[in-house]
């Protein structure tokens, strides 16, 4: 697999506006992976979009608020030349298109901003663009557009916002370019913040928002030397609950769902303290998916883990939170 610049992604892309492409992303695909999808359409006209097995109900409302009418397909198309995986950066992410991908026989383009694999494949045809620096697959794939001179309509403008905002874990993740992308694109969908954030918030039940209260209400809060460290098991989302903890004030977070086939993991950390005790997340979250026999991944501050594991889950759970407590307690930063 060959490490592409984005000056060479940029060329990539312009090679193959003429090619027929599927267009694809991460199983369970949320905002930011079928936003950016959506927007390298604009690119290569000859392109479909289909989804491994479904999208997550915000990406759903991301397109209905965009007023688009794209179905994606659900079928892995015979007659293509070039398949782009957008946020990921692994097979294994790729649900049911997983062994079809890994098998195609022309080019396989992955367009990802979370940590690297620890292993990359020895494979011809295989091309990886992989930059942490981005907050989202949204923010890399406008930046695309620009540089081509595409013009941005309101549609993709407000699927771009959606994927940035949706991937900034509450601007955890955010740089300044973040904040300029985002300005740019207001414009360019003629609403601004606070109508985005209404959207997405009164499109969630109250039953949910319930639920996560309640999770909330029920965790464990423990002090690690100076800093607040917030964990528990949820029955609703582990990643809204992580987020949460946050905004109320904690300086990490972990909590951890099991559902019916596997058990869900996120963690959550308050910038800039990865670079201050030496954490990343995302790291963190790939060694538990390798315990849990499944994938992780995502951000120094944002990263989850997810897999089938659920009886070899409670082990693996305690050694992360056990990372995490060491780090913040002072373990690891006795001369901060």
């Not at 695309?144 to 940035?164: D, E, N």
């Not at 039940?205 to 098991?233: C, N, Q, T, W």
């Not at 060694?287 to 849990?292: P, Q, S, V």
């Amino acid at each position: 697999m060959k490490l592409l610049s984005f000056f060479e992604l940029l060329e990539f892309l312009k090679d193959s506006r003429d090619k027929r492409v599927l267009l694809t992303f991460h199983s369970v695909g949320d905002r930011d992976g079928v936003a950016s999808a959506m927007a390298l359409s604009a690119v290569i006209e000859n392109s479909v979009i289909a989804t491994p097995d479904f999208i997550t109900k915000n990406a759903k409302q991301m397109l209905q608020m965009a007023d688009c009418n794209q179905r994606l397909s659900s079928k892995f198309p015979k007659s293509i030349d070039l398949v782009i995986v957008t946020d990921a950066n692994r097979y294994e992410s790729l649900g049911s298109f997983c062994e079809k991908v890994r098998m195609f026989d022309g080019d396989v383009l992955f367009v990802d901003h979370h940590i690297m694999p620890k292993e990359l494949p020895v494979e011809k045809k295989r091309f990886l663009f992989n930059d942490e620096r981005y907050n989202s697959t949204s923010s890399i794939a406008y930046e695309l557009l620009k540089r081509q001179g595409v013009k941005v309509g309101k549609m993709t403008a407000l699927m771009l916002l959606s994927g940035i905002i949706a991937d900034s874990a509450d601007f955890q993740n955010a740089s300044p370019d973040t904040f300029r992308e985002i300005a740019e694109l207001l414009d360019m969908a003629r609403t601004d913040y606070s109508e985005i954030l209404e959207h997405f918030h009164s499109s969630i039940p109250v039953e949910s928002r319930y639920e996560m209260i309640g999770d909330i209400l029920s965790s464990s809060a423990e002090r690690a030397g100076k800093y607040v460290f917030v964990h528990g098991k949820v029955e609703g989302r582990a990643n809204s609950a992580a987020d949460a903890a946050i905004r109320m004030g904690a300086d990490a977070s972990l909590f951890w769902t099991f559902r019916k086939n596997e058990v869900s993991v996120s963690a959550r950390l308050r910038s800039p303290l990865d670079r201050k005790l030496g954490m990343h997340l995302g790291a963190l979250m790939q060694d538990l998916g390798a315990k849990i026999n499944g994938n992780g991944g995502g951000h120094p501050c944002a990263a989850g883990a997810y897999g089938p594991g659920k009886d070899i889950a409670p082990e693996g759970i305690s050694d992360a939170m056990k990372v995490m407590r060491d780090k913040l307690s002072g373990a690891d930063n006795a001369g901060e």
